[in-house]
Structure formats: structure tokens, C-alpha cells
């Protein structure tokens, strides 16, 4: 018995002394040298951030009063139900809430588990060893989204929260059920960054684990913060290269998004040169069947943690690599207003495009029916095949919209499954005495209204408030159906 105590005494002083000698060797790693992030993302700059308040609050009565109108009588908030094969790229909400536009620019952190995400958004916010600092470690840490913004105060907000509060953009969150809003939290920090941008951490990828095992729909989830994003990180590290069925499917939902998706070789300073190539070509090779682009994605290689990159390293190459990185993040930053419009007017666009071909779909079917004609047979021949009534070359020739604008036939088939046709009504009927038409309205917003107001920032000017609430942001659109 004796013998049995000395000896756990002896494996306690051992693991003791070992915690003590890996304390003092983390106490000795020297921190890195954090100026050319502040200097680059312009931490120390003094002056006062652009007040845009007059052209977000432009930009809300351009989108209520002539986007808006037309994207809720053709219900496109049904068609986004088939986005990804309907609209490759980014959309917006359903029904844009004010919080969605004039919410900040949004960086989504997304890779294996275990690479490096949390201890990058550390670093990027100086978080280290301070009681904001993101939790990290070598095993899967990370399993809720984690929203961090800027705050007055370090404060914790509950998903069921954020989901409720309409003045946040987060509130359709809601629509993925009670189970998903516990994996979701929020975290202000007093930080000057998140003055200007929203960082969004993500569960590692795990590919052994089954997606219904999260109780939630985690892919799901994934695509709606894609689609809000203004700039995307794919991280990976020497030591999780292969490519699953979860990340296969993650890069098949960042389809038309790849000139804001950033991949990163994180930890690279825990190579030898030789070792570094093989990982660098071995991260190409997993990734060239899911990104289908014609030039090859950039991949950025560097280590993103505050202690100093390990010696006998390329010390110099890293870090022009971190700048550059940050470089392409302070650019979204500058122009998040620029974007922010372009965003708006891309989706009035496609708001436009899908009104005018429901129109379209309803007036070959007023054209078709007959009074002995059975309705359901009449447009069912007309959904499954478009192309034979010339529905979508129609368009083409009579409203010079590009072919490439167009979304996919088959995404029509389920939206008319669920709003019959005879619900809607044709364009030239949506049109009021002192509203004017709905199709003008919107054609006035993407070719005049929005690029002017995107000109305004261009140059310099900010667009007056009052005149604007004085004459609507433009004259009355002409009501064409209006009798003299």
C-alpha cells in the first residue's frame, strides 16, 4: 500500500513538473509584432468613421418604395426556396428587414475543425489572454455559430435573442427551429474594428459525424450565412487536407461566390520548406474538383496566432502573405457602401427578371385557355416545357435582359407547384393613380435612382435627407395605363 501511494505521488510531481515546464516555455514565446495589422486594417487612426446615415436611409426608401412592392406581389421570397440552383451567388433576405441593410460587412470563418479559426479572429482583435478571447485547443472547441460585433461592453447575447430582436439582421434565423438557436451566440466587444465589420465563427467540419446528429440543418444554416456575406475564409492547416462529403457539400453552396471566398493555409510556420510545398500541392489537388473557375483560387500561407512565427522560417513570406490578407480585408471594409448598393441593385434585378416571367407564364396561359380547356392540363403543358411557348427567349428579346441573369427553368416547376398561377396578376394591371407602376418603378430604381446614389458616394457627396423626404428620391413614375 505504501509502495501504491509513493508511486502516485511520484506521477503527480511529474505531471506537475511538466505543467510547470510547459507554462514557462509559453511563457517564453515572444509575442508577434502587431503593427502591421493595425496599420493596415488602420486601428490608430484618430478621425471619425464616414457617416453614411443619409444614403442607408436613401437606400431604405429606394428598396421599400420600388423593389419591395413587386418582389411581394410575384412572391419571390418562394423562388429563393430553390435559390442555389434557381441563383448561384449572393441574395437577399426574403423580405429585407432594415437590419439586413444597413447591417455591417460580414466575414464567415468556415473549415475542418481544429485548424485555426477561433485563434484567427484572437489575433485579428488582439483577444489573447483577455477575458473576450474566443476559446481554442487542439480538439473540436467550437460548436456553436459565434457572432462578434461591436458592443459598448463585453456582453453575451442568447441565439433566441438575436432571432427576436428585429432590429438585428439575424431574426430569420428564426425559421431553423429552437435547436439551431441554442448553437447560436452572440458576442459584443468594445473593439474599433467591429465598428466597421462582423465576424461569424462556424463549427468545424467533422466528417465522420452524420449532419442529423447536430439536430439542426447545419448545411442550411451554412448557405444563409453565405449568402449575407461580404468575404469568406476557408481554412486549413498542414494536417486536414482531405476533402469529405461535408466539405464537398460546403463548396458546392459557395458556388458563384468565388471572388469573395479567401483559402488559407493556416500554421505554415510549423513547416520545413520542403514539407510546405508537398502540403501546398496537396491542398490543390483536393480542392481543384470543387472550385470549377477558370483561374486558380489564391491561397494565402501564414500562421494567424500572436506568438512569433517558429525560427528558421520564412519569416518574410508570411508576413507580406498575412498583409496581403489583411489588405483584401480592409477593402471590403472601405467599400462595404459600394457593395452594400451594388448588393441591392443586383437584387432588384433579379426581382425584376422573375416578375417578368411570371407575367410572361400567366399571359401565354390567358392566351391558351379556351372555355372548353382544362386549366391544370393547359399550364401544366406550359411549366414542364417553357422553352416550347418561347417563355424565357420572350424575355430576352423584348426586355433586354441578359441570358445570364436568367435562373434556371426547373426552379419554376416547384414554384408554381405551391402558388397557382391564377393567383397573380399581369404587370400592366400593377399599376395605382398615384403609386404609379410597379414595373417602372423598378426599372427607374436599377437604371437612375441606385446608380446615382452609388455615383454620390463616388464622389464624395452625401445625398440630402430632406430633399429626398420632400420629393420621394425622385420624380412620381408615369403611370402609362393612365388615361390622359
Known amino acids: 500500500m505504501k509502495r501504491l501511494d509513493l508511486l502516485c505521488c511520484c506521477v503527480a510531481s511529474l505531471l506537475l513538473l511538466g505543467t510547470a515546464e510547459e507554462a514557462e516555455d509559453a511563457s517564453k514565446l515572444t509575442k508577434r509584432d502587431r503593427s ?43 423562388l429563393r426556396q430553390h435559390e442555389i440552383t434557381a ?105 474599433k474594428l467591429l465598428e466597421r465589420v462582423t465576424f461569424v465563427d462556424t463549427p468545424g467540419i467533422i466528417e465522420n459525424r452524420k449532419q442529423q446528429e447536430r439536430g439542426y440543418p447545419f448545411n442550411d444554416v451554412c448557405q444563409w450565412f453565405i449568402d449575407r456575406a461580404d468575404l469568406i475564409f476557408i ?14 457539400m460546403l463548396f458546392r453552396q459557395l458556388k458563384g461566390r468565388e471572388s469573395q471566398i479567401r483559402i488559407i493555409l493556416n500554421k505554415a510556420d510549423s513547416l520545413a520548406t520542403q514539407e510546405l510545398m508537398r502540403v501546398y500541392g496537396a491542398l490543390f489537388w483536393s480542392l481543384a474538383p470543387l472550385i470549377n473557375v477558370t483561374e486558380p483560387p489564391r491561397v494565402y500561407v501564414s500562421s494567424f496566432w500572436p506568438q512569433d512565427y517558429h525560427p528558421d522560417t520564412h519569416r518574410d ?94 426552379a419554376y416547376k416547384d414554384f408554381f407547384g405551391i402558388n397557382p398561377i391564377t393567383s397573380f396578376k399581369l404587370l400592366s394591371q400593377q399599376c395605382s393613380y398615384m403609386g ?19 455615383g454620390s458616394i463616388g464622389l464624395g457627396k452625401k445625398p440630402n435627407v430632406l430633399s429626398c423626404d420632400i420629393t420621394g428620391c425622385g420624380e412620381t413614375p408615369k403611370n402609362r395605363y393612365r388615361k390622359p
Not at 468613421?49 to 413587386?70: C, E, M, N, T
Not at 453575451?156 to 431574426?171: K, L, N, P
Not at 427551429?177 to 468594445?190: A, D, T, W
Request: charged share 25%; glycine share 6%.
Open 317 to 410: 513570406l508570411f508576413l507580406k502573405e498575412e498583409i496581403s490578407l489583411l489588405e483584401d480585408l480592409n477593402q471590403v471594409i472601405e467599400n462595404r457602401m459600394e457593395n452594400k448598393i451594388a448588393f441591392i441593385r443586383q437584387h432588384a434585378i433579379r426581382v425584376r427578371i422573375h416578375a417578368l416571367l411570371v407575367d410572361r407564364y400567366l399571359q401565354t396561359y390567358k392566351d391558351k385557355m379556351t372555355f372548353f380547356s382544362d386549366g391544370e392540363l393547359v399550364f401544366r403543358d406550359i411549366v414542364e416545357d417553357p422553352d416550347k411557348f418561347f417563355i424565357f427567349k420572350s424575355i430576352l428579346a423584348k426586355t433586354n435582359v441578359s441570358k445570364f441573369d436568367l435562373p434556371n427553368r426547373e
Open 235 to 248: 481554412v486549413f492547416d498542414p494536417t486536414k487536407l482531405d476533402v469529405g462529403l461535408e466539405l464537398e
Open 436 to 454: 404609379g407602376c410597379f414595373l417602372e418603378k423598378i426599372e427607374k430604381a436599377i437604371t437612375r435612382e441606385l446608380p446615382d446614389l452609388l
Open 36 to 78: 502591421h495589422l493595425e496599420n493596415t486594417l488602420k486601428l490608430n487612426e484618430d478621425k471619425p468613421a464616414d457617416d453614411f446615415s443619409g444614403v442607408l436611409q436613401r437606400l431604405r426608401k429606394i428598396y421599400h418604395s420600388s423593389i419591395k412592392p413587386l418582389e411581394q406581389s410575384y412572391r419571390y421570397n418562394e
Open 87 to 191: 441563383y448561384p451567388g449572393r441574395t437577399l433576405g426574403s423580405s429585407a428587414t432594415d437590419g439586413e441593410i444597413t447591417s455591417k460587412p460580414m466575414v464567415l470563418f468556415l473549415g475542418p475543425w481544429s485548424v485555426g479559426k477561433s485563434s484567427m479572429i484572437n489575433y485579428l482583435l488582439g483577444l489573447d489572454n483577455t477575458p473576450y478571447q474566443l476559446y481554442t485547443g487542439a480538439e473540436p472547441t467550437t460548436s456553436e455559430f459565434t457572432v462578434i460585433m461591436h458592443g459598448p461592453k463585453l456582453k453575451t447575447i442568447e441565439g433566441i435573442v438575436m432571432a427576436a430582436d428585429s432590429a438585428r439582421s439575424f431574426s430569420p434565423l428564426e425559421k431553423f427551429g429552437q435547436n439551431f438557436l441554442e448553437k447560436l451566440i452572440g458576442i459584443e466587444v468594445p473593439h
